[in-house]
């Protein structure tokens, strides 16, 4: 998995700039935070993690899970020497950092409730992040974008000021949405990639589906 400063090279080398005449570094990394955003948007990371509940309630504090972006599923109670089979599958609503839980029994202090969610990717030394979670086969994806996000920083940049470039704000904003065309393009081939996995019917040649049978766009 590359880090941080391959995926940086790869950006400028992209832009033609890799003596960073006209984007700084920070530029790019701010740039690839954006991109690697969008990215996990479509594409998050699966996690899966327990709590063991300190009291009885339906009401259970789970700011813990520091990476949660998305809570999927609660299974409550879990038993990891015996898992229930079928999982106790429990609904649930997200109030802030805490989670209630609606129907069936109340949890009880000692219980472990397992918890499914989509947590945000990483790019190693990107935000301090230890490791790349980004699959190796997506990280164009990711350079493609950041790409269009910094030649999109530079259309807004270059409003209203003066030089000899011949690059004038109406340029730099067509190059922009050219990438950034790309890079959603891109970012819908995952998108129907990620569906294809639960749903074989998905469609590679559509731009959408949903779950009940039909085509829609922008999935």
Same mark, same amino acid.
């Given at each position: 998995? /590359?880090?941080?400063?391959?995926?940086?090279?790869?950006?400028?080398?992209?832009?033609? =700039?890799? #003596?960073? @005449?006209?984007?700084?570094?920070? =530029?790019? =990394?701010?740039? $690839?935070?954006?991109?690697?955003? *969008?990215? /996990? %948007?479509?594409?998050?990371?699966?996690?899966?993690?327990?709590?063991?509940?300190?009291?009885?309630?339906?009401? $259970?504090?789970?700011? #813990?899970?520091?990476?949660?972006?998305?809570?999927?599923?609660?299974?409550?109670?879990?038993?990891? !020497? /015996?898992?229930? *089979?079928?999982?106790?599958?429990?609904?649930?609503?997200?109030? #802030?950092?805490?989670?209630?839980?609606?129907?069936? =029994?109340?949890? &009880?202090?000692?219980?472990?409730?397992?918890?499914?969610?989509?947590? @945000? %990717?990483? $790019?190693?030394?990107?935000?301090?992040? !230890?490791?790349?979670?980004?699959?190796?086969?997506?990280?164009?994806? $990711?350079?493609?974008?950041?790409?269009?996000? &910094?030649?999109?920083?530079? @259309?807004?940049?270059?409003? #209203?000021?003066?030089?000899?470039?011949?690059?004038?704000?109406?340029?730099?904003?067509?190059?922009?949405?050219?990438?950034? %065309?790309?890079?959603?393009?891109?970012?819908? @081939?995952?998108?129907?990639?990620?569906?294809?996995?639960?749903?074989?019917?998905?469609?590679?040649?559509?731009?959408?589906?949903d779950r009940g049978g039909s085509y829609r766009?922008?999935?």
């Amino acid at each position: 998995m /590359s880090k941080l400063a391959d995926l940086r090279d790869l950006v400028e080398r992209d832009l033609d =700039d890799t #003596g960073n @005449a006209v984007w700084a570094t920070g =530029d790019i =990394d701010r740039a $690839i935070e954006r991109a690697l955003s *969008d990215y /996990s %948007q479509v594409n998050p990371q699966r996690a899966v993690t327990t709590k063991t509940l300190a009291a009885d309630g339906r009401e $259970i504090d789970i700011s #813990g899970v520091s990476d949660l972006v998305r809570l999927v599923r609660v299974w409550c109670p879990y038993t990891a !020497a /015996s898992p229930e *089979d079928p999982p106790e599958w429990r609904e649930w609503e997200m109030w #802030g950092t805490t989670l209630a839980i609606l129907d069936g =029994d109340e949890p &009880a202090s000692g219980e472990v409730v397992r918890l499914f969610y989509h947590a @945000a %990717q990483e $790019i190693e030394d990107l935000n301090a992040a !230890a490791a790349t979670t980004v699959p190796a086969a997506d990280e164009a994806v $990711i350079v493609a974008g950041a790409g269009a996000y &910094a030649v999109l920083q530079m @259309a807004r940049s270059a409003v #209203g000021q003066a030089g000899v470039s011949t690059e004038t704000p109406e340029h730099w904003l067509s190059w922009a949405m050219g990438r950034m %065309q790309d890079f959603n393009e891109r970012l819908g @081939a995952i998108r129907k990639r990620e569906l294809r996995k639960v749903d074989k019917r998905v469609p590679v040649d559509r731009a959408g589906w949903d779950r009940g049978g039909s085509y829609r766009d922008g999935i």
